[in-house]
């Protein structure tokens, strides 16, 4: 089936855009944002995801603001032109590839009293993470490339009740990714049982005032870093992020976004007692020659349950098919919510880091983490129990 995107140079195999290179059904394309005040007041965070091979598509917006976290979820059959990025009221706008984009949730086919109109702008380049494979035995779970990007973020967001939130660029922090390719979405696959395998996944992009830095790692039971990432970039004036073509030549886009690789060396981490969110620690990165680079972590209070974005969510989850097309808002008190809860495991909280030695800077970011099953170092036993504390 030929769609207007077949109309441009975009083609990797001889089928039309509309068909998959792939007929794996977990086939997946996405984009996900989220945005913090540099205070802590809010956090948002807003997705959408594109399953061609299941012929489903969702988007979902959440705000976690005043210790209550709203939430709306949409899902609908997915259309075959890859340019139509919209799910009932809720939409994506690609206005300059790369450096800024606009999310929105309108109110028509919307009667939640939850809406926003919210414009990503670029900082920093944007760059392409390693690839990520995966596999349960022999089975390949997830094969997917990911780029990452942060920003800022103008606009309004209005909550249920009336209240509006402007939403300042010199206050209002982002990151942005997009990922495609294979991961699991929909319903729980058919067959023999699979081995259960303890995850420790650590994200954490942070603003400082002249850069960027991120940190991203899975780890295994005992404490094995068996996927790592991370960088730091150079900042840029607003409008001004430099033409990301020259990451043709890695060297010389190194030097023209000011980039830097560097790898996840070891946290140091505490716990609130009886959950496994991490109330603050250390985190140290290495370059390429060792030389470290750790800061501090404190909470600022403000977190969000990423099923607000249906991750792990049981009705919303991604992928999953809802109809031709549902809407349908939630919420949250978020310190009423079961802190060993398994769909609430997925988080992201607002935290303050202080460079620990150099220049003793500060910056704000998230901390996103997923715990699941024993964790030797931190006295983790089960799927999901609680930690001792001290």
Partial sequence: MLTPADDFPIHQTPEPIATPATSDRNAYDRYWFNGYDRDGAFYFAFAHGLYPNRF????????????????????????????????????????????????YATGEGNDTGLTCDLTFTARAAVIEEPRVTTRNGHHVIMDAT????????????????????????ET???????????????????????????????????HWEDEVTL???????????????????????????PDTAALAVPTDGHDAIGYTELHPVRHELTFFPGTR??????????????????????????RGYLAGLGYLHSKWGHGVWQGEL??????????EVDPLAFDKQHQQQVIRVTEIGGRGRVGVGVLEQIIFGPHQRYGFKEILDGHPGE
């Fill in 56 to 103: 489903v598509a969702d988007a979902h917006f959440t705000i976690s603001v005043d210790g209550v976290q709203y939430s709306l979820h949409g899902s609908r059959r997915a259309p075959q032109d890859r340019f139509d990025l919209t799910v009932g009221p809720l939409g994506i706008e690609v206005v300059e590839p790369l450096k800024v984009l606009r999310v």
């Fill in 146 to 169: 990911r780029l990452t990007q942060l920003g800022v973020w103008s606009g309004t967001v209005t909550l249920p009740g009336g209240r509006v939130i402007d939403v300042n660029p």
């Fill in 172 to 206: 209002t922090l982002a990151t942005r990714d997009r990922s495609w390719g294979i991961r699991p979405v929909g319903e729980r696959d058919a067959g023999a049982p699979k081995p259960f395998n303890p995850l420790m996944w650590l994200w954490a992009p942070i």
């Fill in 215 to 241: 940190w991203g790692s899975f780890e295994r039971a005992d404490g094995e870093m068996y996927q790592k990432d991370g960088h730091r970039m150079a900042a840029q004036p607003l409008g001004a992020v």
């Fill in 277 to 302: 969110r991490v109330s603050g620690g250390t985190m140290h990165l290495a370059d390429a020659e060792g030389k470290e680079f750790a800061y501090r972590i404190e909470p600022l209070g403000t």
């Fill in 326 to 335: 549902a809407v349908e808002g939630e919420t949250w008190v978020v310190d």
